[in-house]
């Protein structure tokens, strides 16, 4: 698994197609169920993977491999029920669905989206709707809007490319744009209210086992 996670570091995400195939191959031999059980217990077993895990409204964000100098990440998500604004990322990623599925709509680059918001705030309308159900996957880059509506205990695993911009772009209800920025400009408060327990790791690990994700 070491070379595997060598080639991650090393990839060059400019080039999202090809970060795409790299990334792809490198999920087939890590989202097996003996190599996501080893990543899963390595995340348990140490508190930086920990703390950098995540309780969210919309499921459990779990780190399973961090590295700051590459700044590449590897995170296990599990999905509720429900649907996210429309959103941007402060990088790069290729994700995978490995259980259950969510209806995927994209919306454009960050600048036609501002734009059109701009112009007439209120609902944004897809310019592509996709299901990615098990087995589906695809990466998009750091400027790509998109949002997901998905179905209990879906999960996926996103392999996460170096952070390239400051903020990213949400949506709020009323049509109008958010900029958000990372862990670090967040409240102390805001933090809190998503740290994840060991215990509600081990309730989504006990849920991956029972799902065929992970080997005993």
């Known amino acids: 698994m070491d070379r595997d996670l060598t080639r991650l570091q090393r990839l060059d995400w400019s080039r999202i197609e090809v970060a795409e195939q790299v990334a ?15 990543l899963m217990d390595n995340a348990l077993d140490d508190a930086t993977l920990l703390n950098l895990s995540e309780r ?3 499921g459990d964000r779990i780190v399973l491999f961090d590295d700051p100098d ?8 599990r999905f ?13 990623f290729h994700t995978r669905i490995l ?3 969510y209806l995927h709509r994209f919306y454009g680059p960050e600048a036609v989206v501002r734009a059109q918001l701009e112009a ?12 990615e159900g098990a087995g589906s996957s695809y990466a998009i880059d750091q400027h790509m809007v998109h949002s997901v ?19 990213s772009l949400r949506t709020a209800q009323d049509g109008s744009i958010i900029w958000k920025g990372g862990r670090a400009t967040e409240a102390t408060s805001v933090v809190r209210e998503v740290e994840m ?3 509600r790791l081990l309730e989504v690990r006990e849920v991956a086992l029972r799902s065929g994700l992970l080997d005993r």
């Open 99 to 101: 259980k259950g599925q």
């Open 56 to 58: 969210q409204w919309w």
């Open 149 to 167: 509506t998905s179905a209990s205990n879906t999960f996926s695993l996103v392999i996460q490319g170096p952070r390239l911009k400051a903020q």
């Open 197 to 199: 327990p060991k215990d």
């Open 24 to 38: 792809g191959q490198v999920t087939d031999l890590i989202s097996t169920p003996g190599a996501l059980r080893e």
């Open 80 to 92: 509720d029920q429900g649907t996210h604004f429309p959103h941007s990322h402060r990088w790069p």
């Open 70 to 77: 590459s700044m590449l990440r590897i995170r296990l998500h």
């Open 120 to 131: 007439s705030p209120g609902s944004l309308i897809p310019s592509m709707v996709r299901n």
